[in-house]
């Protein structure tokens, strides 16, 4: 009876990990068929910084899965105890990370608040830079989601923007552009830069961000109590077919 249990766990870890590893494989092909420029994607993704670092996460996320696929796999259908015994460690490794993660955003949810992401804007905006990563993603962040500034184009009075360019009352990335030219064009982009209100965006980027993931808040949740509750069985029946392993 102990054989069979041990078989059949065997299997069940087996198969387990093989969708792991066709995940892994997928994210991986994905992110290097990017990378590698098939049909002009490559700078697409790099003109976006927020694709720019996306790209990089899938690649990392994929090579894990397939490492983690690979072990398991192996591992079980082997019964190799040295393999079963380094999935055990990474994906006990993975599970601290994310609890130590869980941890550090709760203490350190006072630095997600309004005042603070307006006084970094203050403080580090610069306007039209790209070699400036902070710059950089606030543009992105304020085209990709049609805002402006944290709370409103208001938050750009008396920053390092204004020093720099005092002609102007609001960035680019706040002026709307036209949707019938494929977003390339702006509707008035002189009449925006000098403050008009009707050629820019008002809404803040702050509002707009957390109404946009307001919807995904309860399925990332759900999600992450799931994956959690994966690793831990991973983890108990690595083990216990380690254990079972003569």
Known sequence: MEGDC??????????????IFLGGSFLLGVGLWVLLDPMGFREIVAANPLLFTGVYIILALGGLLFLLGFLGCCGAIRENKCLLLFFFMLILF???????????????REHLTREYFTRELKRHYQGHN?????TSTWNAIMTTFDCCGVSSPEDFEESLFRLISPRKAVPEACCQRNR???????????????????????????????????????????????????????????????????
């Open 6 to 19: 041990l078989s059949c766990m065997k299997y069940l870890m087996f198969i387990f990990n093989f969708f």
């Open 94 to 108: 993975i599970f601290l990370t994310e609890l130590a993660a869980a941890i550090l955003a709760f203490l350190f």
């Open 130 to 134: 790209n070699t400036d990563v902070f």
């Open 180 to 246: 019938f030219l494929g977003d390339v064009e702006h509707v008035s982009l002189e009449q925006c830069l000098s403050g008009t209100m009707a050629f820019r965006h008002n809404k803040g980027c702050y509002s707009a961000v957390v109404d946009y993931f307001e919807t995904y808040i309860y399925m990332a949740g759900a999600l992450a109590i799931v994956v959690l509750t994966i690793e831990l069985f991973a983890m108990v029946f690595a083990m216990c077919l380690f254990r079972g392993i003569q």
